[in-house]
């Protein structure tokens, strides 16, 4: 158990410093926002292409698509969007991005995987960010 436990702190040590490495977490908005673009883009495409096929039969079917198309797909801008203003609430803001994006999975397939990957890559920055290093001065003895 110790091994396993062991391995949970050192895969968390890392994220932290790679998360440490960005000086703002503008970096995980804009990667953020790049993929609720590009799933915004891709949902209503697809809607578009299932309207003209005519597969919006039931209003089941078009609460559906909405559902797990479009909605989700303008949540994550918006997520993004906030992110970049409110930079303290990046944790939150991060996993609140990335449950955009898991409800996106089914409806759009996430903007084709390519646009739930960057979310996901930003949420993962955006959650394990801590800050720039700073270094403090030494005391005088």
Known sequence: MNMVTDRIQK????LHRIGSYFTYNRDAAVVMLSGGIIT?????????????????????????????????????????????????????L???GLLAGLISLPGTDGGLF???????????????FRGP?????AKEV
């Open 11 to 14: 895969t968390t040590n890392v």
């Open 40 to 92: 915004t883009i891709v949902s209503i495409l697809v809607i578009g292409l299932s309207a003209s096929k005519g597969e919006f039969n039931t209003p089941i079917v078009v609460a559906q698509e909405i559902g797990t198309g479009i909605a989700p797909a303008v949540a994550e801008v918006a997520i993004a969007i906030a992110m970049m203003k409110y930079d303290r609430k990046h944790r939150l």
């Open 94 to 96: 991060g996993l609140l």
């Open 114 to 128: 390519i646009g739930f990957i960057l979310i996901l890559i930003g949420s993962i920055m955006s959650v394990f």
């Open 133 to 137: 290093y700073r270094s403090t001065p």
